[in-house]
């Protein structure tokens, strides 16, 4: 499955950053790291996410929880919403 995940840093990005340093992204087994980017203030992270099942993200984002708020918006690809539309209509 792949998300979107939004991530608002509670405390500024520095001690998101800094964890990151120290640490990496501390993904479980099952969870898979694609692309992200940073809003320009600093405040807000969008990371496109790949996982096996919803627990092993949970797993991911409580390391994480006391540094940053999340959100999830599971995601298709283009090509697969189109394939979706394309045999919706048969």
Same mark, same amino acid.
């Given at each position: 499955?792949?998300?979107? *995940?939004?991530? &608002?840093?509670?405390?500024? $990005?520095?001690? *998101? =950053? !800094?964890?990151?340093?120290?640490?990496?992204?501390?993904?479980?087994?099952? *969870?898979?790291?694609?692309?992200? =980017?940073? &809003?320009?203030?600093?405040? /807000?992270?969008?990371? %496109?996410?790949?996982? @096996?099942? /919803?627990?092993?993200?949970?797993?991911?984002?409580?390391?994480?929880?006391?540094? %940053? !708020?999340?959100?999830?918006?599971?995601?298709?690809? &283009?090509?697969?919403? /189109? @394939?979706?539309?394309?045999? $919706?209509? /048969?």
């Amino acid at each position: 499955m792949r998300a979107l *995940v939004i991530e &608002t840093f509670k405390c500024g $990005a520095a001690a *998101v =950053y !800094d964890r990151l340093e120290k640490n990496g992204r501390m993904l479980p087994p099952g *969870v898979r790291y694609e692309a992200s =980017y940073v &809003t320009a203030d600093l405040t /807000r992270c969008f990371q %496109v996410m790949d996982y @096996d099942d /919803r627990p092993a993200l949970e797993e991911w984002m409580a390391r994480w929880s006391d540094l %940053v !708020d999340f959100e999830v918006l599971p995601v298709l690809s &283009t090509n697969a919403a /189109r @394939d979706h539309f394309r045999q $919706a209509s /048969r």
